[in-house]
C-alpha cells in the first residue's frame, strides 16, 4: 500500500471517530441501527461540500476565444443565477443561493466560455466560506486572469446557520464586489437592473 493511500486511510479513519465521538457528545448512541454508517456517510458529505480546496479555480479561465471577424465587444457579459450551495465556516452549516457574474473584456476581445464562470463560482463554493470572501474570491480571480475591463460579482444566498439555529430567522443576504468600469455608482445601478430581467 502506497503511503499517500494509508494516509487517506488514516485520516478517513480518524475523522469517523472523531464524528462517532461527536453523536456520543449529543447523547445519541452511535452503535444504533440507524447511525451505524453516519460517520462515514457524514465525511463523505464534508468531502464533496469541501472538494474545491484541492482545485484551482483559475485554470477554468486560462482558455479564451476571440470573438469572430475580431469585432471589439467593450460591453458586459453577465452569466445569472449561477446557483451554489457552501459551506459556512463559522458552524459549518449551508448557505445557498444564485451567483451573478458579469465582466467587460479588455482591447483584446476575447472571452471564455459561458460555463467556465459557473465553474469558477463552483470551485470557490466547495470550500468552508463566508459569502463576503467567496464574492471577492470570484471577482478577483476573473480580475486576475483575464485582466476585464470591469468585472463585478453579486451573491444573494440564505443562511441555515441563520434559519436553523441563533435568532432563527430565514432571510437572505446580498454581497456585490466590482471592480473597474463596473464600479461605478451607474454601473452598479444598471448591473442590478439586469439581473431583475
Not at 472523531?18 to 452503535?31: K, M, S, T, V
Not at 463559522?90 to 476581445?109: D, E, I, K, Q
Not at 470550500?127 to 476573473?142: C, F, G, M, Y
Request: charged share 20%; glycine share 6%; hydrophobic share 40%.
Amino acid at each position: 500500500m502506497d503511503s499517500d493511500l494509508l494516509t487517506r486511510n488514516t485520516n478517513e479513519r480518524a475523522a469517523w471517530a472523531a464524528i462517532r465521538q461527536l453523536l456520543i457528545c449529543l447523547g445519541e448512541n452511535p452503535d444504533r441501527e440507524g447511525l451505524k454508517d453516519t460517520p462515514k456517510r457524514v465525511f463523505k458529505a464534508f468531502q464533496e461540500l469541501t472538494a474545491g480546496l484541492h482545485i484551482d479555480p483559475a485554470k477554468h479561465l486560462e482558455t479564451t476565444f476571440p470573438l469572430e471577424n475580431h469585432q471589439p465587444y467593450d460591453d458586459i457579459i453577465l452569466s445569472r443565477d449561477i446557483p451554489f450551495t457552501s459551506l459556512c465556516e463559522h458552524h459549518l452549516m449551508l448557505f445557498s443561493g444564485v451567483a451573478h457574474v458579469a465582466y467587460v473584456p479588455n482591447a483584446n476581445g476575447k472571452i471564455v466560455g459561458l460555463s467556465k464562470l459557473a465553474r469558477v463560482v463552483e470551485d470557490f463554493a466547495k470550500r468552508p466560506q463566508v459569502q463576503e470572501r467567496l464574492t471577492s474570491q470570484i471577482a478577483l480571480t476573473i480580475e486576475t486572469v483575464l485582466k476585464p475591463l470591469g468585472t463585478a460579482v453579486i451573491i444573494n444566498a440564505q443562511h441555515t446557520c441563520q434559519a436553523c439555529r441563533g435568532i432563527k430567522k430565514a432571510g437572505s443576504m446580498l454581497t456585490i464586489n466590482t471592480h473597474g468600469t463596473l464600479a461605478t455608482p451607474e454601473a452598479r445601478l444598471e448591473l442590478l437592473q439586469m439581473i431583475q430581467l
